[in-house]
Structure formats: structure tokens, C-alpha cells
Nanobody, 122 residues
Framework: QVHVVESGGGSVQPGGSLRLSCEAS????????MGWFRQSPGQEREFVAR????????YFADSVRDRFTISTDNAKNTVYLQMNSLNSADTGVYYC???????????????WGQGTQVTVSS
């Protein structure tokens, strides 16, 4: 079992930046892929970014590519999502999750955090 906890959400103006953190605990060796997803009111949960912790390979949704970066500090079992040039479409609850499959499909992730709210508004 892997337990993840997100932090770092908040309110920011358009064009601003935020960094989200996701700390994992438990049997982290069994879940090599850490992903970020987001959900806006009335919308489906969507893939944002993921990282393969052992190789450092990263993957992004087209909507955030070139604006967001994802990184991992394996010594701290923590994954970071650096979000730059934020706009209103980035507003939502951001969830961190763990999987043993390298995929952006939410159903393949079985360890989810409680989510952290990101609001982009002027």
C-alpha cells in the first residue's frame, strides 16, 4: 500500500506560478510511476503529467507542455509539479497518484491523495 499527500495549492493570478508537492510513503518501491491529475467542477479527471521515478522519464498533457515540469526527489519520496504561466483553464483540484504502469490513464493508478486546490483568477 502506498499513501500520498499533496501540498502547495493556492490562489494565483494569471501568468503566475505554483509548485505542488506529493510525498509518498509505504511500499513506494511497488509504484514506480507518479502522476498528477486535475479535475474541474463538472469535468472528468484529466491527466496532467507523470514521471517514472527510476528513469526520470517525464510525460505531459498537451495543454501543459512547455509550461509545467515534473521532477522527483527519490531520497525524500517526493514528486514536484512546477506550474508556470498559469491561466484560468488550469483551475481545479490537483491530485497525485501512484501506479506500477507507465500510463496517463487514471484507472491504472490505485493510490490517490486527497487533492489540493489550484485557483487561477485575477
Amino acid at each position: 500500500q502506498v499513501h500520498v499527500v499533496e501540498s502547495g495549492g493556492g490562489s494565483v493570478q494569471p501568468g503566475g506560478s505554483l509548485r505542488l508537492s506529493c510525498e509518498a510513503s509505504g511500499r513506494t518501491a511497488t509504484r514506480n510511476v507518479m502522476g498528477w491529475f486535475r479535475q474541474s467542477p463538472g469535468q472528468e479527471r484529466e491527466f496532467v503529467a507523470r514521471i517514472v521515478r527510476t528513469t526520470g522519464s517525464t510525460y505531459f498533457a498537451d495543454s501543459v507542455r512547455d509550461r509545467f515540469t515534473i521532477s522527483t526527489d527519490n531520497a525524500k519520496n517526493t514528486v514536484y509539479l512546477q506550474m508556470n504561466s498559469l491561466n484560468s483553464a488550469d483551475t481545479g483540484v490537483y491530485y497525485c497518484a501512484a501506479s506500477f504502469i507507465n500510463t496517463g490513464t487514471a484507472g491504472a493508478y490505485d493510490s490517490w491523495g486527497q487533492g489540493t486546490q489550484v485557483t487561477v483568477s485575477s
